[in-house]
């Protein structure tokens, strides 16, 4: 790192610290001799059409790590929870809670199959939803709780779990951001009806673009994969009502060779992981987001949280970094009550959201980010913060 003064940020006309983009997309590449064989070995059977090989092997490769009795593939993760949302609401009802700081689609979701969103606050501790925070929004129309993970560490499964129980409510769960997380040892995917997950190229594992849902309901399986169009519905379902949703046999192959990459890639998001983890300890006005060491997760995120102590505001930050070619990006900004909508919402914010809202950051990760890049990162980082009046004096 060769800054020595605020003349030297890209902000400010010097050049910029990386000579291409780093970006928070996790961008993990697996083995292609495993995607390319895979793929032969679906053209060469007679598995172009839905269903073929790769879906097969990727389904049960998928509800085996999971421990789940059921993993339906699908074209994304978007579609997984709009189709689990359809199968498992309850009828006549009209609204879904979900939190408000979560993906960027959610509420359009909620739109997609005629609901409405009920947006509610999280915790502080974890930026996700607990009991305490949905039940405030639960009434006589709602028909589902969506529990959307965190981007690091997980929502509290445990009291979402009894108040869904207590209340007779479905539950769904995003689990994008958690895949493949353990709580309390055990892992993930079976909590809830049903979970959601994405392997477009920026998630944990990589299929281009495709997702899954996990269950340990026959009927609910069942129920997806005919409407998704997977399965051929028996006569008496042959009017169901449904969309095309199919993972094609291409992006399961980089799936499948995302899957016996896994355990690698989570030692290398470890090495970048503990690399910010030690580098940032020293940086005032930076907090890093710790994961739960003694849980299973895959160190994919970085987040960091700006603190009283950090001078310049996050979009400031974004700007000076991005001017560095560091694709950093706002946590869940804005929040989906902020947002301007088509079609009709509901929201029971407290003061969490609004105060997490515009304090975190996600740091570049994923395989195209080295540890010797994490270190300059974190150089710039501490310098920015050291020199912190000059910076705002230029800007
Ligand atoms: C990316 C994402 C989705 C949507 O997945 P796609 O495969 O991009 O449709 C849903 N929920 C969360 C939390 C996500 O991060």
Redesign the pocket.
Known sequence: MKKVSAADLAINGGSPLFDSILSTSNLVLPSQEIFFERLQNSISSSGLTSNGPCVEEFEALIAQRYGVKHCIAT???????AVCIRCIRLEGKSEIVMPSL??R??AD?AAWVSMTPHFCDVEMTTRGVSAAKIEPCLNENTGLILA??P?VDLCDIDSIVGLARERNIPLLF????AAYATHGGKMIGGFGEAE?????A??FLNGF???YITTNSDSLAHDLRVMIDQEVPRESESSAFGINGRLCEAHAALAIASIYDLEDQIERNRGRYFAYKNLLSGIKGLRLVKYDEQQVRTFKNILVELTEDWSLDRAQTIELLHAENLLVRPYYSPPLHKKEYSFDVKTNIQSNTEFLGDRYLLLPCGDFVSESDVAEICELLNFISNTRDLIGAEL
């Open positions: 074209c994304n993760g978007l579609w997984a929870l979560t993906y689609r959610m979701i959307a993970h981007i995003d689990s994008v951001e959601c997950f994405s392997m477009h920026s998630k673009e495709a997702g």
